[in-house]
């Protein structure tokens, strides 16, 4: 007699024992009635009727995804591999769960698609320079497309982008001939400023002598300080300004003598005045 009312006892406190679901602060519990959506439930105590009622648990973290590498081949028809990182959340636990099925699996395939249709439409020098950009590129795309299962991506980036080494060799000369060109047109820069300077100070220079003599007084000075064996003579800036001024003054005149043994007409009357031997007659 008491095990007739012990066994309904047992099976409604094992009902209401498996009744009884517990969920935690970052999941959610959407909850089916007889096969239709009746509520999104939790955190907390849920009672779920077994054979009547199905409850789908949904985790509303972050989940970080893992996108596998891809075969991108760039606007300049340069074959890279490509992979990266996909970080999402669900928003939305009915859609998640009544929109698409397995929601995971769907955004890790719209990324990997996503990843590759935009990497194929930028050059190779934007894929290793600008991955900024990219990344932002990829997350709108992706976000817009996810947001009707309920979906919320919150970062993509870019992992790894590998070359040949075939192509890692070419990007290596590029760069070595981009630095020669940068040295060059510093040189030449360097050069040019010099030139200008130099110039004014040969303006300034020759405004003063003094400045000039103090600077050829620094020279040497310069070239004593060294451990060469040049051997240097001073030479004063005075003698210099004096050969110049002989070079600039008029020269001596001096007579020219006469050719074939004919003499001047005018010079034979002056021997004649002063006599044969030179001697004054009058």
């Keep these: 007699m008491l095990i007739s009312y012990l066994v309904p006892v047992v099976l409604v406190l094992l009902l209401i024992a498996a009744s009884i679901r517990i969920l935690p602060e970052y999941k959610r519990g959407v909850v089916f009635f007889l096969g239709r959506f009746q509520a999104v439930k939790g955190p907390g105590l849920?009672?779920?009727?077994?054979?009547?009622?199905k409850m789908e648990v949904v985790d509303l973290r972050v989940i970080t995804m893992d996108v596998p590498e891809q075969d991108v081949i760039s606007k300049d028809n340069v074959t890279v591999r490509v992979n990266a990182v996909l970080y999402f959340r669900v928003v939305d636990a009915e859609k998640a769960i009544i929109q698409v099925e397995h929601f995971v699996t769907a955004t890790s395939q719209l990324a990997q698609t996503t990843l590759r249709s935009?990497?194929?439409k930028h050059d190779l020098d934007e894929m290793l320079s600008e991955r900024d950009k990219l990344n932002s590129d990829i997350q709108e795309i992706i976000d817009s497309s996810a947001?009707?299962?309920g979906i919320k991506v919150a970062n993509v980036e870019i992992k790894h982008v590998d070359l040949d080494d075939s192509m890692i060799r070419a990007i290596a000369r590029q760069a070595e001939a981009e630095r020669e060109r940068r040295a060059k047109v510093i040189h030449a820069e360097g050069e040019l400023q010099a030139s200008k300077k130099l110039v004014e100070a040969a303006n300034v220079m020759s405004e003063n002598s003094a400045a000039l003599q103090l600077r050829y007084l620094q020279t040497l000075s310069d070239m004593s300080n060294k451990n060469a064996s040049t051997i240097v003579f001073p030479l004063p800036m005075d003698i210099m300004e004096a050969f110049k001024s002989m070079s600039k003054g008029p020269g001596l005149a001096r007579p020219t003598a006469p050719q074939d043994g004919h003499?001047?007409?005018s010079s034979r009357s002056q021997r004649n005045e002063q006599g044969?031997?030179?001697t004054d007659l009058g």
């Design 118 to 120: 935009v990497l194929g």
């Design 147 to 149: 947001e009707s299962w």
């Design 276 to 278: 044969g031997d030179g």
């Design 46 to 53: 849920v009672i779920v009727i077994p054979l009547i009622q």
């Design 263 to 265: 003499d001047d007409p």
